[in-house]
Nanobody
Framework: QVQLVESGGGLVQTGGSLNLSCVASGRTDLANKAWFRQAPGKEREFVAQ????????TYADSVKGRFTISRDNAKNTHYLAMNNLKPEDTAIYSC????????????WGQGTQVTVSS
């Protein structure tokens, strides 16, 4: 059984930065990992995904050039560095692990709130 726990959310002003972390308990080996977000009244949307060795990553167009996904397999942790944050980035951010090319993931974290004030 795999459990994911996010941390690092909070309140930041427009243009600010936040770094999210997601620690996995249980084996995730070299599985794909990702971040998703859900804003109030909206459906959950994909943010970023990283391959098992960290050599490939993909991003939603809305965050390209501002967000960076990374991972440390020795720590069973993946990260999301968010820069130049905008009010429209406000959402609950959830991490996910063990996914396929269709972005179906087996394990999910509870989520952490990110709020960007204007």
């Amino acid at each position: 059984q795999v459990q994911l726990v996010e941390s690092g959310g909070g309140l930041v002003q427009t243009g600010g930065s936040l770094n999210l972390s997601c620690v996995a308990s249980g084996r995730t080996d070299l599985a794909n990992k990702a971040w998703f977000r859900q804003a109030p009244g909206k459906e959950r949307e994909f943010v970023a995904q990283i391959s098992g060795l960290g050599s490939r990553s993909t991003y939603a167009d809305s965050v390209k050039g501002r967000f960076t996904i990374s991972r440390d397999n020795a720590k069973n942790t993946h990260y999301l560095a968010m820069n130049n944050l905008k009010p429209e980035d406000t959402a609950i951010y959830s991490c996910a692990a063990v996914g396929d090319r269709s972005l179906n993931f087996a394990y999910w974290g509870q989520g952490t709130q990110v709020t960007v004030s204007s």
